[in-house]
């Protein structure tokens, strides 16, 4: 394959990734998850890309680039730097940080941590976050998510019905807390 099919393959991709729309769902987010996307912003600006740049400078030193792995793999990783800091630029001017209010005590809304127990008596407390945010080793569940939907608007003592891929299954809500 020539040089030239490759690179308007690669022109073609990375126009598409430009082009691609913005996550579906509330543009909704926590301060902590707007400060971490806001740290990974600048450490990828003031960071990752000029040290990358630094090394393709240096791979591109070395002459004949069609065959320079170092500089191949460095342009390669900074389009990538640069479509993760157009994705984070665009995401972070329509993101809505939402603070707790003291109206939202007792009943399950953004931000909340939740204490629920299923039908086998095995408890689980999530935290409802972005989809930004989501992560489920920090027990951190997107409000876009089945679980979420349910649970918004419910107060403690509620039964709750939640869809899963496995089938419904019903949930109680044990504790609701703002921290």
Known sequence: M???????????????????????????ITRAGFERMQRELNGLWRGERPKVTREVEA????????????????KKRLREIDRRIRFLSKRLDVLKVVEPSKEQEGRVYFGAHVTIEDEDGNEATYRIVG????????????????????????????????MRPKGATEVTIIRIEYR
Do not use: C, H
Not at 9 to 28: F, I, K, M
Not at 59 to 74: H, L, V
């Open 2 to 28: 020539s040089k030239a099919f490759t690179k308007e393959d690669t022109e073609v991709e990375e126009d598409a990734l430009e082009d691609a729309p913005a996550p579906r769902g509330s543009n909704y």
């Open 131 to 162: 989809p930004d945010e989501w992560d489920l080793s920090r027990r951190e569940i997107s409000i876009d998510s089945p679980v979420a939907k349910a649970l918004l608007g419910k107060k403690v003592d509620d039964a709750v019905t939640v």
């Open 59 to 74: 791979a591109a030193a070395q002459g004949d680039r069609s065959e320079n792995a170092e500089y191949i793999y460095g």
